[in-house]
């Protein structure tokens, strides 16, 4: 059964900071582009980043400027650094890991990011 373990969320007031992290240390990491989705309530789930296996980046556009993600792939873990936070960063926050086309993807269990104004 593979895991992805989310932590580092919490509540934070608007213009702070918050560091996500996710732990996947059942996969062979360096294999699995890594990224990470939020969800608000009464909302669809939305793209935030992902990471590529050769450290390409990529932000969704409600992030951009603001989020980094980041990944160490001796600790099999991935980072969501995350600055300026504003209200409507308030989400559940999900790790997803995928490899191989498509064939594998796993989701994690996700971590709450409240931010107050």
């Known amino acids: 059964q593979v895991q992805l373990v989310e932590s580092g969320g919490g509540s934070v007031q608007a213009g702070g900071s918050l560091r996500l992290s996710c732990a996947a240390p059942d996969l062979t990491f360096y294999r699995y582009y890594m990224s990470w989705y939020r969800q608000a309530p009464g909302k669809e789930r939305e793209f935030v980043s992902v990471?590529?296996?050769?450290?390409?980046?990529t932000y969704g556009d409600s992030v951009k400027g603001r989020f980094t993600i980041s990944r160490d792939n001796a600790k099999a873990t991935v980072n969501l650094l995350m600055n300026s936070v504003k209200p409507e960063d308030t989400a559940m926050y999900y790790c997803r890991a995928d490899c191989c086309g498509g064939v594998n993807r796993f989701w994690g269990q996700g971590t709450q990011v409240t931010v107050s104004s």
């Open positions: 990471i590529e296996r050769d450290g390409t980046v």
